[in-house]
């Protein structure tokens, strides 16, 4: 049996663009999913996760009847549900060389669900990390990061970048730009997460904003124009500038606005946010729902945004500084 959990992250700057190739710096947080893998004698994988907005259900299947599981709910919503770790065992078999090796899995998150916070990133890099070490295989994080990019890469048709698998293997902040990933340097920033307790779709999103820059080309401007900020934000960083990285993550956000991937409650709680005297507020991931970060070092950007009407949940994120960790 092994276990493992992984990080979810926020993105300072640069959601989007980054799909185009352009630089962006995603940031792990103190919220993790805890995956635990037991080897099976069959080959048979069943697979529990609590926290799943469908009420928590177990899924019991083999590999030659995936598409009937048996559960009590529609078939695509289990689908939908479980692809990432179904493609994530299908990883962890392949690097350990043992295409028909079953699994227990149990997956536990306090990571928000289509929220912008990286839940599926998490739950892929701890189920592959935790699956090989159930086989007796130690993965290297280059590669942990590689094949979880792969998963998602898979489930989202193709519509994923490096950004949220890489951070959330190597934690810390990271600055990825297409291929490219690495751990970047950054002082203990000062997150607070607003959550609407809605989510967004992710692919429908990134589609949206990939047919926005083919017709008009104020939004190919935009996409450009929101990499020119991540490189001075890089700057602002490096000078630990919180007032300068406040003000681009509002440019950020206004950008992100203009290509139609923010909705009213994230820019109510990103106006809460300022109002209380954020250094800056931005919606973080996909959008259309979900989550805003912003910076505060004191309690009042928290304070407003748990009595803002748009807001559900609201929580100090800690910079998460371990990625993935070998919890057993
Ligand atoms: N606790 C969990 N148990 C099982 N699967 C999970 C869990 N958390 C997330 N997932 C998987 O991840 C999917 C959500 O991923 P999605 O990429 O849409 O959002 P996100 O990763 O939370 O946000 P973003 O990618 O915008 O940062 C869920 O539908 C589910 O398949
Ligand atoms: C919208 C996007 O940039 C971030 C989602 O967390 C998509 C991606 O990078 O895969
Ligand atoms: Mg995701």
């Known amino acids: 049996m092994a276990t493992s959990s992984a990080p979810g992250k926020v993105y300072l700057f640069g959601e989007h663009a980054v799909v ?25 994988l069943r697979v529990r996760a609590q926290d799943l907005s469908l009420e928590g259900f177990t899924v019991e299947y083999d590999g030659s009847t995936a598409g009937t599981p048996e559960v009590d709910v529609t078939e695509d919503l289990v689908e939908a549900a479980m692809g990432y770790v179904d493609e994530a065992i299908a990883q962890a078999r392949d690097a350990a060389d043992a295409p028909n090796a079953g699994f227990d899995v149990h997956v536990e998150s306090s990571i928000p669900l289509g ?30 990061a590689d094949r979880a990019y792969q998963v998602e890469h898979t489930v989202q048709d193709g519509q994923a970048s490096r950004a ?33 307790g809605g989510a967004g779709d992710t692919g429908a999103l990134v589609s949206g904003v990939r047919s926005l820059r083919e017709t008009y080309p104020f939004a190919a401007d935009t996409v450009e124009s929101i990499g020119d900020l991540v490189e001075q934000g890089i700057d602002a960083l490096e000078a630990e500038d919180t007032t300068e990285l406040g003000r681009l993550m509002n440019f950020n956000h206004g ?9 009213r409650s994230l820019d109510a709680m990103v106006w809460a946010a300022r109002d209380a005297g954020a250094a800056g507020a931005k919606l973080t991931g996909a959008g259309g729902g979900g989550c805003i970060v912003a910076l505060d070092e004191t309690d009042a950007t928290e304070t ?14 800690e910079l998460d500084t371990e990625g993935v960790c070998r919890e057993q």
């Open 20 to 44: 185009y190739g352009e630089p962006a710096v995603p940031c792990a947080i103190e919220r993790r999913a805890t995956v635990t893998v037991e080897k099976r004698a069959d080959e048979r």
């Open 115 to 144: 929220a912008g916070l990286g839940s599926s990133a998490a739950v892929v890099v701890a189920t592959i990390d935790a699956a090989t070490r159930a086989l007796g295989v130690e993965l290297d994080r280059e590669e942990i």
């Open 164 to 196: 949220d698998t890489f951070c959330s293997t190597m934690g810390g902040a990271v600055l990825v730009e297409g291929d490219n990933c690495e751990r970047i340097a950054a002082p203990d920033l000062p997150f607070v997460v607003g959550y609407d």
């Open 255 to 263: 950008l992100l606005a203009a290509l139609g991937v923010s909705s």
């Open 304 to 317: 407003a945004l748990k009595y803002s009407p748009a807001c559900a949940e609201a929580f100090r994120a």
